[in-house]
């Protein structure tokens, strides 16, 4: 079993491996956990938009009320609608494994350098959708990555849908 910073490394270099690992430890939540609140405060700092304690506490909430909901929608597209022969997890494996997919948010930190934010917030944002999109992967047991990547657009265009009217 890796260590938790090889986890964040291992995960934020897309190494199925390392999904396949967390997936399989149910003692990996908190870590998958402080990974989120971890590339939230990094967000949240490099974005330079939270100035005081309350609104970094506020963003890591919806950082982790936003795992949950999506980890939850894919769990449910990914084990109901788009279920292969082979398909079989349970939500905890799926929190663990894109919790673990927030890793190379922890990058956002560096959106402090002046002139970089934009940049580094999109790389990041695509980095990590990989990273999803590799976690489902691992975590349903499908065999055909573009199982996954229909899964996490379904679930994130439903997540948006159901966003925008509830704001």
């Known amino acids: 079993m890796a260590s938790f910073g090889e ?25 998958a956990m402080a990974i989120v609140v971890m590339s939230s405060i990094a967000a949240a700092l490099g974005a330079r938009i939270h100035t005081g304690a309350g609104d970094i506490v506020r ?9 949950f909901v999506w980890a939850g929608l894919t769990f449910l597209i990914g084990t109901k609608l788009f279920a292969a022969g082979g398909t079989r997890a349970t939500w905890g494996e799926l ?18 350098v002046p002139f970089t934010t934009s940049l580094i917030f999109f790389v990041t944002s695509v980095w990590m959708l990989m990273a999803f999109v590799i976690a489902v992967q691992e975590a349903l047991d499908f065999r055909n990555i573009w199982r996954a990547v229909a899964v996490c657009l379904v679930g994130w265009l439903i997540y948006v849908a159901v966003g925008i009217f509830v704001y």
């Open 7 to 31: 986890r964040i490394v291992g995960a934020a270099k897309l190494r199925s491996a390392t999904y396949e690992d967390v997936e399989h430890d149910p003692t990996a939540m908190g870590q």
């Open 59 to 67: 963003s890591t909430l919806f950082a982790l009320g936003s795992w």
């Open 95 to 112: 929190l663990r494994t894109t919790g673990f997919a927030a890793s190379p948010g922890l990058l956002r930190i560096f959106g402090v």
